[in-house]
T-cell receptor, first 114, second 116 residues
Framework: DQQVKQNSPSLSVQEGRISILNCDYTNSMFDYFLWYKKYPAEGPTFLISISSIKDKNEDGRFTVFLNKSAKHLSLHIVPSQPGDSAVYFC?????????????FGRGTQLTVWP | GAVVSQHPSWVICKSGTSVKIECRSL??????MFWYRQFPKQSLMLMAT?????????EQGVEKDKFLINHASLTLSTLTVTSAHPEDSSFYIC????????????FGPGTRLLVL
């Protein structure tokens, strides 16, 4: 059973606008959430994370929002750039940020067009 | 659909022994499988890419003689950690793709290796 879901397999956004990638989870024990970015022929690279004690974490153009009551998180990219075009994976884990099993969503392909 | 399993999920071994980890795509044929090592702060290091029926392509810095990868069929890839040492202790994650990794990857649950 998929415990982390990314219901949109793809998203297309114009350069300069905001990209919003969504992720839902079902396991209330998850307390640490991550976003990975993946280019073709490369492995996923860590992008940004958020602990369940927060509802927002910002790093430059990337902001992750967490709504625990809705079991929903989102990644905002502002402004979007063509180089942001990639597959974005949402992941979750229990036990804080210690090394533990990652539960991945299926990914969302973001395309940023000029 | 698109389920990837790994076996075992958890293994403890003595230093110097070899450990084999299996990665299976349960309901689809995976032309390409990837092996990752998970590091603290959850960074993922791509170790190698394997295509069914051909030799694995290892990333720079990964010892191919230590981490043996076999992709014998469209549903099975194995990673063997030879002569394991405590520093090899980690989570090893596989993922599978149907078309050279250009499509989304389906991740396995990971295998936790502890070398004593």
């Amino acid at each position: 059973d998929q415990q982390v879901k990314q219901n949109s397999p793809s998203l297309s956004v114009q350069e300069g606008r905001i990209s919003i990638l969504n992720c839902d989870y079902t396991n209330s024990m998850f307390d640490y959430f991550l976003w990975y970015k993946k280019y073709p022929a490369e492995g996923p690279t860590f992008l940004i994370s958020i602990s369940s004690i927060k509802d927002k974490n910002e790093d430059g153009r990337f902001t992750v929002f967490l709504n625990k009551s809705a079991k929903h998180l989102s990644l905002h990219i502002v402004p979007s750039q063509p180089g942001d075009s990639a597959v974005y994976f949402c992941a979750a884990m229990e036990g804080g940020s210690t090394l533990g099993r990652l539960y991945f969503g299926r990914g969302t392909q973001l395309t940023v067009w000029p | 659909g698109a389920v990837v399993s790994q076996h075992p999920s958890w293994v403890i071994c003595k230093s110097g022994t070899s450990v084999k980890i299996e990665c299976r795509s349960l309901d689809f044929q995976a032309t390409t499988m990837f092996w990752y090592r998970q590091f603290p702060k959850q960074s993922l290091m791509l170790m190698a890419t394997s295509n069914e029926g051909s030799k694995a392509t290892y990333e720079q810095g990964v010892e191919k003689d230590k981490f043996l990868i076999n992709h014998a069929s469209l549903t099975l890839s194995t990673l063997t950690v030879t002569s394991a040492h405590p520093e090899d202790s980690s989570f090893y994650i596989c993922s599978a793709s149907t078309r050279g990794g250009e499509e989304t990857q389906y991740f396995g649950p990971g295998t936790r290796l502890l070398v004593l």
